[in-house]
């Protein structure tokens, strides 16, 4: 396996199944909290569609890179390869912003002193997640794109 072959691999295996395994668990421990916790003054009232949104964001983003991206890669480039790295450069800054709103109405994911063991919970799982995706972003912009847009 080369070089680039196994930094593919790595990502498919490690990163693309944020969006699918990880997200929706997230969502239905924000979907409790909110059952819970939704009166509470630091309950953050639409963290629910704002992670759909980025679940969103994550799912088309992963789609172009496992079903276009990766498959060109992989049988040698294309001339729109470089297109297509513009193109996810500007999907992983819409992702991120996502990111940045959540944690900016969760307060940087600190949980208030009295929440419950729920939104403990989230906001640990929150924080995880967006050590995974600035993770996931480094190895992108970091590894990959250079390999492969000249």
Same mark, same amino acid.
């Given at each position: &396996?080369?070089?680039?072959? #196994?930094?593919?691999? $790595? ?16 969502? #239905?421990? %924000? ?9 509470? /003054?630091?309950? /953050? ?5 704002? =992670?759909? +949104? ?14 276009? =991206?990766?498959?060109?890669? !992989? ?8 297109? $297509?790295?513009?193109?996810? +450069?500007?999907?992983?800054? =819409? ?7 959540? !944690?900016? $109405? ?5 949980? /208030?002193?009295? %929440?419950?063991?729920?939104? !403990?919970?989230?906001? =640990? ?8 995706? %600035?993770?996931?972003? !480094?190895? &992108? ?10």
């Amino acid at each position: &396996m080369s070089e680039i072959d #196994g930094l593919l691999s $790595m990502i498919e295996s490690r990163y693309h199944p944020i969006p699918i395994d990880r997200l929706p668990a997230i969502i #239905g421990l %924000a979907e409790t909290v909110y059952v819970l916790c939704h009166d509470h /003054p630091s309950h /953050p009232a639409r963290l629910i569609e704002a =992670l759909m +949104r980025l679940q969103d964001l994550l799912t088309a983003r992963i789609r172009t890179e496992a079903g276009i =991206l990766f498959p060109l890669i !992989r049988i040698g480039g294309s001339p729109v390869v470089a297109e $297509m790295v513009a193109r996810l +450069r500007i999907d992983q800054g =819409l992702a991120a912003g996502q990111l940045d709103d959540i !944690r900016a $109405m969760t307060g940087g994911f600190r949980p /208030p002193t009295d %929440a419950s063991p729920s939104w !403990r919970a989230l906001y =640990l799982a929150l924080a995880g997640l967006a050590d995974s995706l %600035a993770a996931y972003d !480094r190895v &992108m912009t970091d590894q990959l794109f250079p390999r492969i847009v000249v």
